[in-house]
């Protein structure tokens, strides 16, 4: 035991100097996440010129940390006939114990120390500390574990070198082909991506086990080789989409029962892919109520059935089905929640009452007049078009609207339109709960961190929108946010609540513009929307200090469960009327 504590610290000595100006890059990819969430983030340019220097830090960091790898375990090589531990009273078992005892005190935890600060000023719980160190020792044990076993079957760093190289080849050909296949699904090429690094990781973890336990080259060689070969292999042809079998195994929803829903309608869309070739789509959109007081429907996975009555059939399984933006607000557009929230749940949240004003203008009679004539005229001009009209709900029943897409041949969707088929969904459908964040004043230069969120309004100032038709509206209130989420939670969506009269406007959500190994999500988000407006004397009005109260409001949705429903109508009609069918 003190013979491997002796090289443990033999090893720290050694490699002091090159590992302190690794924790130099370190700190600068820290500076760098300071300065994506500063002022200067305004000039959106800026933003993203330092984004691209805190990649580079990142890559520079993962290339310095892998020869620096190579050099811990070359110091002590396992391959040859010159190896000075040989002769030592130690085996290959509390050899490599050591070795990884090192690597771990430099290359894992000293990270984890130099990002510490900044986890805390971004106020990291503990629940938000262990998913964000789990991403950087991710992120690093790629290298390191590479570097450890390619490093364990060679005897000098020449050989070291020319084989990365080969394997970086091969691996950068994989990447390049998952990077730019456009014939597959965005969760099935993030199935492949894990799955290639998952074999790589463990293959090389058996490689360097059996070298380390036996020192027989040539077998951890093919081990090694082998797990090259599967993992190229995965990148190219590995073919289930396992975000699609995780969804499976959400835990079942409580009081699901309540929820009811069917079949809404239907309409017909088409789009070029990257080929250049048309691709038909019907999109069937499914409407939920019932049991919506306190969670949203987040989507899910459905199998989708269409048939003929003369046996023909279209089969489609594991469909996304997505939350459909629009339907639920004043004109029928998704005025103020996002994509398929119920309002109640997040008033709820936000500590608002269920009976005060569910918009920023619902407590203006004048204005609610206003609206519905709007309203009117909305469905009039859908009559003329023939397109489906979004039909606002009853604030009373609450409804979520979902909808899965399913890809057809031309000669399919002409089919579809002349002679609407029966269709059968078995979907698979997740909630989730809103849980507010932060809430913070609406006003430029404000800051504030909570609950693994740091918002920081770098400015904001009124910017002239053209109307071209009915009387002009206030000009719009552009607003530009940087902020910080933890990992672990979904996109956080942002909210301007009106505290005054109980309402609240949706802006939008923070779709992260860097991910790991940065451990957090880091965006800059440039945001417009109308000042609360009154129709006063024949044209609208802001209103008066409505930014004394308001307040700006960071909201997570957080999986809370799922069910299963099985839905069915005997003719799918395409965009002329929304009809609900009962659930079979």
């Given at each position: 035991?003190?013979?491997?504590?002796?090289?443990?610290?033999?090893?720290?000595?050694?490699?002091?100097?090159?590992?302190?100006?690794?924790?130099?890059?370190?700190?600068?990819?820290?500076?760098?996440?300071?300065?994506?969430?500063?002022?200067?983030?305004?000039?959106?340019?800026?933003?993203?010129?330092?984004?691209?220097?805190?990649?580079?830090?990142?890559?520079?960091?993962?290339?310095?940390?892998?020869?620096?790898?190579?050099?811990?375990?070359?110091?002590?090589?396992?391959?040859?006939?010159?190896?000075?531990?040989?002769?030592?009273?130690?085996?290959?078992?509390?050899?490599?114990?050591?070795?990884?005892?090192?690597?771990?005190?430099?290359?894992?935890?000293?990270?984890?120390?130099?990002?510490?600060?900044?986890?805390?000023?971004?106020?990291?719980?503990?629940?938000?500390?262990?998913?964000?160190?789990?991403?950087?020792?991710?992120?690093?044990?790629?290298?390191?574990?590479?570097?450890?076993?390619?490093?364990?079957?060679?005897?000098?760093?020449?050989?070291?070198?020319?084989?990365?190289?080969?394997?970086?080849?091969?691996?950068?050909?994989?990447?390049?082909?998952?990077?730019?296949?456009?014939?597959?699904?965005?969760?099935?090429?993030?199935?492949?991506?894990?799955?290639?690094?998952?074999?790589?990781?463990?293959?090389?973890?058996?490689?360097?086990?059996?070298?380390?336990?036996?020192?027989?080259?040539?077998?951890?060689?093919?081990?090694?080789?082998?797990?090259?070969?599967?993992?190229?292999?995965?990148?190219?042809?590995?073919?289930?989409?396992?975000?699609?079998?995780?969804?499976?195994?959400?835990?079942?929803?409580?009081?699901?029962?309540?929820?009811?829903?069917?079949?809404?309608?239907?309409?017909?869309?088409?789009?070029?892919?990257?080929?250049?070739?048309?691709?038909?789509?019907?999109?069937?959109?499914?409407?939920?109520?019932?049991?919506?007081?306190?969670?949203?429907?987040?989507?899910?996975?459905?199998?989708?059935?269409?048939?003929?009555?003369?046996?023909?059939?279209?089969?489609?399984?594991?469909?996304?089905?997505?939350?459909?933006?629009?339907?639920?607000?004043?004109?029928?557009?998704?005025?103020?929640?996002?994509?398929?929230?119920?309002?109640?749940?997040?008033?709820?949240?936000?500590?608002?009452?269920?009976?005060?004003?569910?918009?920023?203008?619902?407590?203006?009679?004048?204005?609610?007049?206003?609206?519905?004539?709007?309203?009117?005229?909305?469905?009039?001009?859908?009559?003329?078009?023939?397109?489906?009209?979004?039909?606002?709900?009853?604030?009373?029943?609450?409804?979520?609207?979902?909808?899965?897409?399913?890809?057809?041949?031309?000669?399919?969707?002409?089919?579809?339109?002349?002679?609407?088929?029966?269709?059968?969904?078995?979907?698979?459908?997740?909630?989730?709960?809103?849980?507010?964040?932060?809430?913070?004043?609406?006003?430029?230069?404000?800051?504030?961190?909570?609950?693994?969120?740091?918002?920081?309004?770098?400015?904001?100032?009124?910017?002239?929108?053209?109307?071209?038709?009915?009387?002009?509206?206030?000009?719009?209130?552009?607003?530009?946010?940087?902020?910080?989420?933890?990992?672990?939670?979904?996109?956080?969506?942002?909210?301007?609540?009106?505290?005054?009269?109980?309402?609240?406007?949706?802006?939008?959500?923070?779709?992260?513009?860097?991910?790991?190994?940065?451990?957090?999500?880091?965006?800059?988000?440039?945001?417009g929307f109308q000042p609360p407006s009154l129709w006063r004397e024949d044209k609208w009005v802001?209103?008066?200090?409505?930014?004394?109260?308001?307040?700006?409001?960071?909201?997570?949705?957080?999986?809370?469960?799922?069910?299963?429903?099985?839905?069915?109508?005997?003719?799918?009609?395409?965009?002329?009327?929304?009809?609900?069918?009962?659930?079979?």
């Amino acid at each position: 035991m003190n013979l491997t504590w002796h090289i443990i610290k033999k090893d720290l000595v050694r490699l002091r100097l090159p590992v302190l100006l690794w924790a130099v890059v370190l700190a600068g990819q820290v500076y760098a996440s300071h300065e994506l969430i500063s002022p200067l983030s305004l000039d959106l340019n800026l933003f993203f010129e330092m984004g691209m220097f805190f990649n580079l830090l990142v890559l520079v960091g993962l290339v310095v940390t892998y020869p620096l790898v190579a050099t811990l375990v070359l110091d002590d090589p396992l391959s040859g006939t010159t190896m000075f531990w040989v002769t030592r009273p130690i085996t290959g078992g509390r050899l490599l114990v050591a070795k990884v005892v090192v690597a771990f005190l430099l290359f894992g935890l000293l990270p984890l120390l130099v990002w510490l600060p900044w986890w805390l000023y971004c106020s990291f719980g503990w629940h938000d500390l262990l998913p964000a160190a789990g991403c950087v020792l991710g992120i690093q044990a790629i290298t390191v574990i590479l570097a450890f076993a390619l490093a364990a079957l060679v005897d000098q760093i020449g050989r070291f070198l020319l084989y990365s190289l080969l394997l970086g080849f091969a691996v950068l050909v994989a990447l390049l082909y998952v990077a730019s296949h456009t014939g597959i699904s965005r969760e099935l090429l993030q199935s492949r991506l894990l799955v290639t690094a998952g074999l790589l990781m463990l293959f090389s973890v058996g490689a360097l086990v059996r070298q380390y336990s036996t020192r027989r080259l040539v077998s951890a060689a093919a081990v090694m080789l082998a797990g090259v070969v599967l993992s190229v292999a995965a990148a190219f042809w590995w073919p289930l989409n396992l975000a699609g079998y995780w969804a499976d195994y959400r835990q079942p929803l409580a009081g699901a029962e309540q929820i009811t829903g069917g079949i809404e309608w239907a309409d017909m869309s088409s789009y070029k892919d990257s080929d250049g070739v048309e691709v038909e789509t019907v999109v069937i959109h499914l409407r939920f109520t019932g049991g919506l007081d306190d969670i949203n429907l987040a989507g899910g996975l459905a199998d989708v059935e269409l048939r003929w009555s003369d046996g023909t059939t279209i089969k489609k399984t594991r469909l996304k089905l997505s939350e459909f933006n629009g339907g639920d607000g004043p004109d029928g557009s998704d005025y103020g929640y996002g994509s398929g929230l119920s309002w109640l749940p997040l008033r709820r949240g936000l500590g608002l009452k269920d009976d005060e004003a569910r918009y920023l203008h619902h407590w203006d009679p004048e204005t609610n007049a206003k609206q519905a004539q709007l309203l009117v005229e909305s469905r009039e001009r859908a009559k003329k078009l023939g397109s489906h009209f979004h039909e606002p709900k009853d604030i009373e029943q609450l409804s979520a609207p979902l909808f899965v897409t399913v890809s057809l041949t031309p000669l399919q969707a002409e089919r579809i339109k002349t002679d609407p088929p029966a269709c059968s969904i078995s979907a698979r459908i997740g909630a989730r709960k809103p849980e507010v964040m932060l809430e913070m004043p609406l006003q430029s230069g404000g800051k504030m961190a909570s609950h693994g969120e740091r918002l920081h309004i770098l400015g904001m100032r009124k910017t002239h929108w053209f109307q071209s038709k009915g009387p002009a509206r206030p000009d719009w209130i552009s607003v530009t946010v940087a902020t910080v989420t933890a990992p672990g939670y979904s996109n956080v969506s942002l909210y301007l609540v009106d505290r005054n009269h109980g309402s609240l406007g949706f802006l939008g959500s923070n779709a992260p513009v860097f991910t790991i190994p940065m451990a957090m999500n880091i965006a800059c988000l440039p945001f417009g929307f109308q000042p609360p407006s009154l129709w006063r004397e024949d044209k609208w009005v802001e209103v008066p200090g409505w930014q004394d109260t308001a307040t700006l409001a960071a909201v997570t949705f957080r999986d809370v469960g799922g069910f299963d429903r099985d839905f069915h109508t005997d003719r799918l009609a395409v965009a002329k009327s929304a009809r609900s069918e009962t659930i079979k």
